[in-house]
């Protein structure tokens, strides 16, 4: 204690009262003095353990449909986290909250997470002391219940502790340039809706462009004080359309980047563009694929949405300490988990792979923990989980930085960039040729390509079927005989983890990456995934729900012909 509170001293000598962000910081120090002096309750335990994080978020997007501007937008909110641990690192309060806390609805007040847009250092101290004093009652309530429990349970050695203990840290960023060129989007945006007029097949088309800038103060008890930022851009296009049968059909690109230069715009964002409408466009024309099992390659898109849903969630650490959940992985360390030429990382430190930025870059984890990388599988053995401060059976008992949460959320083990690599990679065509002699093998009519996704989704939890979800937009059947490509749609892909990826017999020499934001129980953070094309034997892909319905019945008032069509 008396180096946090040396540390704290430091911390608070040096900051600069010019800077709003470290005043800030400067208020959340006091308050955590103050609480930690004198917060307790007569006849009961004090907090061990306090922290407070102030999350600003400012995000401004402009959108246009049709030629015209849609959207135009700015968004600022500043969100309070706080975390109040009574009882010790051994054992405390927390993994006994219940989803509706009947007890303390009984006061009939809850106090706010917001915390003040204009800096006032009071303001801020009067909001996180009454949601300290709020967080301070439940997390008392809940270890004493806990204790409770525990008079019932049998002495187990190997229950990991409730928190690890980690060096407090001190960190100032300098501010982050979040510069958005609001005309020139705004013009780009009508531009591009603009040129889809030409598509009367296109029902409904959108394009968005934003820039989310986030700016995070932190200070514990133990000593951490940080003021970090972060800054990501995206550009995202859309359009629909219906096959002749009904069927909804959507295609979309999504670009993101940690500066502005890093969006597409002018002659390259059309090209793009029109490569988006023309497969929607072929889509249409494709015939329905039946339900179908073989073999199939997972260009690099589609592999890191497997890896993700299929691998990365049932490596998070909290999963492993939850009876609730299925524990794909638990108790698996030193033991082969996937074939022996994959190794898995995941690595919040890299900024890039190439030219491209890596969404889930950042150096603290939002528990105040450096961010380090980690391996997770080497050669196919399963060597640790992703992190946080809730150590796990038989893993490292310190956090690997991976504590993150959405602003207003408690921290929990999370993914940044998880990156798969591989010891047994093929050229593309030599891919192709080992597709082929699988279905071969199978005596399957053909195989499959699939070449982009929409996203996934996956459940963990003990009551549910250990499977997920892919959703893929474009796939391609591969004729065994010819090797020919033929466009398909009307099908997911389905499966259980275990199975899915011990399937995997060999990898491509080119990885892409797939950036997006992950969504689960803290809320949804910046990912990314960097993978290779696989080659599984055997992947099972189920028809889509029925999601059919009329055209517009009355033409487009906006669309009109190609001008080639007039002459």
């Keep these: 204690m008396m180096l946090a509170l040396l540390l704290a001293a430091s911390a608070a000598a040096t900051l600069d009262q010019n800077d709003p962000r470290q005043r800030q910081l400067a208020a959340m120090g006091e308050e955590l003095q103050r609480a930690q002096k004198s917060l307790q309750l007569k006849g009961h335990e004090a907090p061990y353990f306090i922290s407070y994080a102030v999350r600003a978020i400012n995000i401004q997007e402009v959108g246009a449909k049709y030629g015209a501007l849609f959207v135009d937008r700015k968004r600022r909110e500043k969100r309070l986290q706080v975390d109040v641990r009574v009882g010790s690192y051994q054992f405390d309060n927390t993994g006994t909250q219940e989803l509706f806390d009947l007890d303390s609805s009984e006061s009939g007040y809850s106090a706010g997470r917001e915390a003040p847009l204009d800096d006032d250092p ?36 190997d229950t990991p502790p409730s928190f690890s203990r980690e060096q407090p840290n001190v960190s100032i960023d300098p501010p982050a340039a979040h510069g958005f060129d609001r005309a020139g989007w ?19 088309s959108q394009m968005r462009v934003s820039v989310d800038h986030e700016e995070r103060e932190l200070a514990s008890s133990e000593g951490t004080r940080l003021v970090t ?18 069927m909804l059909l959507e295609n979309s690109r999504d670009y993101y980047g940690a500066a502005e230069k890093e969006l597409p715009r002018g002659a390259a964002l059309s090209a793009r563009i029109d490569e988006m409408v023309a497969e929607l466009l072929a889509l249409r024309k494709a015939p329905v694929l039946d339900p179908y099992t073989g073999p199939a390659l997972l260009e690099p898109e589609a592999a890191g949405v497997l890896f993700h849903e299929a691998v990365g969630h049932r490596l998070e650490g909290e999963r492993q300490n939850d009876d609730k959940d299925g524990r794909t992985f638990k108790g698996q360390i030193g033991k082969a988990i996937l ?52 150590p796990v059976e ?34 593309w065509k030599q891919l192709k ?15 499959l390509v699939i070449r982009d996704v929409t996203g996934g989704n996956t459940d963990t939890s003990s009551y549910a079927y250990q499977a997920f979800k892919g959703q893929p937009r474009l796939v391609y059947k591969v004729d065994a005989k010819t090797g020919e490509e033929t466009l398909v749609r009307g099908v997911e892909i389905v499966g259980t983890p275990l199975s899915s990826i011990n399937k995997i017999i060999a990898t491509g020499d080119e990885r892409r990456v797939f950036n997006g934001y992950c969504g689960a129980e803290s809320g949804y953070v910046p990912v990314s995934t ?34 080639s069509a007039t002459r």
């Design 530 to 563: 960097v993978a290779p094309t696989v080659l599984v034997s055997e992947i099972e892909l189920q028809r889509t729900r029925k999601d059919t319905g009329r055209p517009p019945v009355l033409p487009s008032p906006w669309a009109r012909p190609p001008v």
């Design 433 to 447: 040729e080992a597709l082929v002699a699988e279905a071969k093998r199978q005596d399957k009519p053909f195989g």
């Design 229 to 246: 930022e972060r800054v990501i851009y995206g550009l995202h296009v859309q359009a629909y359309a219906r096959a002749p049968d009904g």
């Design 339 to 390: 074939p022996f030429f994959l190794t898995i990382t995941d690595d919040p430190l890299q900024r890039s792979m190439g030219p491209v930025s890596l969404n889930g870059y950042y150096r603290f984890d939002d528990q105040g923990v450096p961010a380090q990388r980690a391996t997770l599988v080497d050669k196919g053995v399963l060597k640790t989980f992703l992190l946080s401060r809730a």
């Design 394 to 427: 038989g893993a490292p008992p310190r956090s690997n930085g991976h504590g993150r949460s959405a602003p207003g959320r408690d921290p929990v083990a999370r993914m940044s960039n998880l990156i798969i690599e591989s010891s047994k990679a093929l050229s």
């Design 122 to 157: 009071a303001a801020l101290r009067n909001a996180l002391w009454l949601l300290t004093d709020e967080t301070y009652k439940k997390s008392l309530s809940a270890y004493l219940k806990k204790k409770g429990k525990e008079v019932y349970r049998p002495d187990d050695p």
């Design 186 to 204: 705004e013009r780009e945006s009508r531009e591009q809706t603009e040129r889809l007029a030409v598509h009367p097949e296109l029902f409904d």
